[in-house]
Each structure stands twice: as C-alpha cells, then as structure tokens.
T-cell receptor
Framework: GAGVSQTPSNKVTEKGKYVELRCDPISGHTALYWYRQSLGQGPEFLIYFQGTGAADDSGLPNDRFFAVRPEGSVSTLKIQRTERGDSAVYLC?????????????FGPGTRLTVL | GNSVTQMEGPVTLSEEAFLTINCTYTATGYPSLFWYVQYPGEGLQLLLKATKADDKGSNKGFEATYRKETTSFHLEKGSVQVSDSAVYFCALISRQAGTALIFGKGTTLSVSS
C-alpha cells in the first residue's frame, strides 16, 4: 500500500513569508509525528498527534510553528514569518497505535529553504 | 535529559569488511532502542530494534545488542556490501519522555567494491 507522502518535496521561500507543509500518513494510522532535520544532524521531534489532537507539542521551537490534523488523517505544519534558521528537511512519520514502540514509518520529507 | 551519541563518520570500508558503528545513550527508565537507515534519495527506514536489556535486534545481516550495563547499542555487520552505503541513525524512545524518537546525529557509511 501507499506509504507516508509529503508535499511539496521542496519549498523555497523568502524570509518573513508563511509556509504550509503537508503530510499524508498511511491510511488508518492514528499517530502522526513531525520532525525537523537540519544539515548534518539527526531528526528532532516537533509535535505528535494522536487522532485529531496534539498529544505532545513540546518540540515546537516557538510560536511561529503550528500544526493541525483536523480530521485525524492529513496534517499540515504551518510556519509563520519564516527565518533563515528554519531551513531544514521536515519529516513526517505515522504509526498504527499510540506509538509505544510501534514502528514509525517516515515520509520522504520536505526540504525547506528560506532565503 | 535523554540523548543518543553516535560515532562520527564518515566510515569508509571495502566490500566484505566488518562494520561496527558505536552508539551510546542516556535515558531515564528503560528505553527502547532503534537503528534507522537512510539510503540515498530515500526516506528513513527502521533497520532493527530492541525493547529490553540483552535483547538482540537483527535484520539484513545487521545486529545490535541492548547493553544496559554500558548503555550501548552498537550496530554490527560481518560483511558489508556496496548496497549498504547509507546514513545510519541510532535512536531511542523513553516511555517517561513520551513516544517520539530521539535520534543521534547519524553516521555515513560508504562501501567501495
């Protein structure tokens, strides 16, 4: 079946602009995660959804970052007033249960470049 | 806090050589441990996992043993192939800290024929 998909694959924007990144999880997966991977680093957790609600948003770096999952499937990560430091690959992952040691399946990522 | 430390790369080996990538961790409680792999142009994939002390995870000829006494989860393979060239990430989930993965920085492996 289809894996996790993310759109766009690449996004170039200017400093100060607003961007939206989309994640389509594997069908039926209730848990959804967003991570950010900077160059030469491992992915860092941003936010975790269980169903429609954000169960853990402790990784969001500041209030410019926000994410939604209104119907418990597709999720959108929103970044306001982008800064050059936001440039990174944004990864989405989903899993079939509450995520306690269940495998997280990752999408290919969205590469965000802020000029 | 919880963290993962991996040996720095790149690791460059000839085909059929023995591979070790070191990974140590700091965590509260008893974490589950993982190795993820990222092949060129592809997304992260789970390679293997171990959920309790002394467990050995294995897949595709790779192995790693959960060593609580040394807080380590070193990745090994007896004979690497060119197709193993990728970036390898050690990671943990600490139940006390939630269900998100905590990753190391990754180790790039390059295997030549």
């Amino acid at each position: 079946g289809a894996g996790v998909s993310q759109t766009p694959s690449n996004k170039v924007t200017e400093k100060g602009k607003y961007v939206e990144l989309r994640c389509d999880p594997i069908s039926g997966h209730t848990a959804l995660y967003w991570y950010r991977q900077s160059l030469g680093q491992g992915p860092e957790f941003l936010i975790y959804f269980q169903g429609t609600g954000a169960a853990d948003d402790s990784g969001l770096p500041n209030d410019r970052f926000f994410a939604v999952r209104p119907e418990g499937s597709v999720s959108t990560l929103k970044i306001q007033r982008t800064e050059r430091g936001d440039s990174a690959v944004y990864l989405c992952a989903s899993s079939s249960d509450r995520g306690a040691y269940n495998e997280q399946f990752f999408g290919p990522g969205t590469r965000l470049t802020v000029l | 806090g919880n963290s993962v430390t991996q040996m720095e790369g790149p690791v460059t080996l000839s085909e059929e050589a023995f591979l070790t990538i070191n990974c140590t961790y700091t965590a509260t409680g008893y974490p589950s441990l993982f190795w993820y792999v990222q092949y060129p142009g592809e997304g992260l994939q789970l390679l293997l996992k171990a959920t309790k002390a002394d467990d050995k995870g294995s897949n595709k000829g790779f192995e790693a043993t959960y060593r609580k006494e040394t807080t380590s989860f070193h990745l090994e393979k007896g004979s690497v192939q060119v197709s193993d060239s990728a970036v390898y990430f050690c990671a943990l989930i600490s139940r006390q800290a939630g269900t998100a993965l905590i990753f190391g920085k990754g180790t790039t492996l390059s295997v030549s024929s």
